[in-house]
């Protein structure tokens, strides 16, 4: 095949421009975001109460949706909250973030803004410092996706 400089910026921009705006996305699944919090957990059933996760119903623009976790605890030497995973079903990446705390913190509560692809739910698992784990949810309503595809 005989290409000319022309002909193959041609064909190489147009297979970068397939690349990223056409390429199929592949988005985690439900067992991704099973296999997250079993790892999270160390293979404990987390409980429902206790956390409490803010997401809005409805999220005009996925590029920025506001997400907020509260944990009810004394944040005392012997009963706080170690940290706290926050997980997008259907994002490219299902690893939203991940928050620390200690006694020093004095409350459990943390807030961001994350990117949503689509319509999904949101997961928050906490991680007590007697053992226990705790997990919320929220299915957020996307309108414009934030995460390209």
Do not use: W
Not at 17 to 44: L, M, P, W, Y
């Amino acid at each position: 095949m005989n290409l000319t400089r022309r002909k193959f910026l041609t064909v190489s921009t147009s297979a970068a421009v397939a690349t990223f705006f056409g390429g199929s996305q592949a988005f985690a699944t439900v067992d991704e975001i099973n296999k997250a919090i079993s790892e999270f957990t160390g293979g404990g059933e987390p409980e429902s109460g206790v956390l409490t996760l803010k997401t809005p119903e409805i999220a005009e623009n996925g590029n920025s949706v506001p997400v907020s976790v509260a944990v009810e605890s004394p944040m005392t030497d012997d009963d706080y909250v170690e940290s706290v995973i926050i997980l997008a079903e259907d994002n490219p990446n299902p690893e939203v973030a991940t928050f620390h705390f200690s006694p020093a913190s004095g409350e459990g509560k943390a807030s961001t803004r994350m990117r949503l692809a689509k319509t999904q739910n949101v997961v928050a698992v906490a991680k007590m410092s007697n053992g226990k784990f705790y997990k919320a949810s929220n299915n957020v309503k996307v309108t414009i996706g934030g995460c390209g595809g």
